[in-house]
């Protein structure tokens, strides 16, 4: 089965700062890539997915994140973060069976 | 379209007691999922319907716990006797169906606290 390590507990960043918050992923098959944000005492939400095509993948908000097959990671960015960008990001790993694995979580701290 | 809902959103109980949990997922979506986030950890898969059968349950500890989807909509996920290191969020998600391609969607969850 595949698996997610999150290498960051915690990230602590100043205001319009970049950030990168680093996957990376096991798996012997073929696989679908997410980013969830957890705001706080929120439910989790897509931010963005990596499912074929181009292996760069943006959200809306800003992140972007890019599928390395050969370093198997999925390492999401931003080039300058808000203060409301604070909240927990999971990495996830999904199979063709929609099998899906979660990292423990990177908590975002955006500091003012 | 509405997300996915559940109820309660917060529940205290004692060890030894029984609790469950409902979840209504988005409409039209046939995969319905119930997940265990242990404080600190990522959401950890418990069990997954497709209508109202299951398609996997292995991670699901089945001497306590127990879940069902009756008519393929709604399901409730309930836990008999509660043990301490039950305390967590429940998540529930819904997909369109169970390619991996279909998108997970999440539910508030519910936060079990066991004394």
Redesign the interface.
């Known amino acids: 089965a595949q698996s997610v390590t999150q290498l960051d507990s915690q990230v602590p960043v100043f205001e319009e700062a970049p950030v990168e918050l680093r996957c990376n992923y096991s798996s012997s098959v073929s696989v679908y890539l997410f980013w969830y944000v957890q705001y706080p005492n929120q439910g989790l939400q897509l931010l963005l997915k990596y499912l074929s095509g181009s292996t760069l993948v943006e959200s809306i908000n800003g992140f972007e994140a890019e599928f390395n097959k050969s370093q198997t990671s999925f390492h999401l960015r931003k080039p300058s973060v808000h203060i409301s960008d604070t909240a927990e990001y999971f990495c996830a790993v999904s199979d063709r069976d929609n099998d899906m694995r979660f990292g423990a979580g990177t908590r975002l701290t955006v500091k003012p | 379209e509405a997300g996915?809902a559940q109820s309660p959103r917060y529940k205290i109980i004692e060890k030894r007691q029984s609790v469950a949990f409902w979840c209504n997922p988005i409409s039209g979506h046939a995969?319905l999922?119930w997940y265990q986030q242990i404080l600190?950890?990522?959401?950890?898969?418990l069990i997954?319907f497709q209508n109202n059968g299951v398609?996997?349950d292995s991670q699901l500890p089945k001497d306590r716990f127990s879940a069902e989807r009756l008519k393929g909509v709604d399901s409730t996920l309930k836990i008999q006797p509660a043990k301490l290191e039950d305390s967590a969020v429940y998540?529930c998600?819904s997909?369109r169906?169970?390619?991996?391609?279909?998108?997970?969607?999440?539910?508030?969850?519910t936060r079990l606290t066991v004394l």
């Open positions: 996915v995969t999922y600190g950890q990522g959401p950890k898969l997954q398609v996997d998540l998600a997909s169906g169970l390619a991996g391609t279909d998108t997970q969607y999440f539910g508030p969850g």
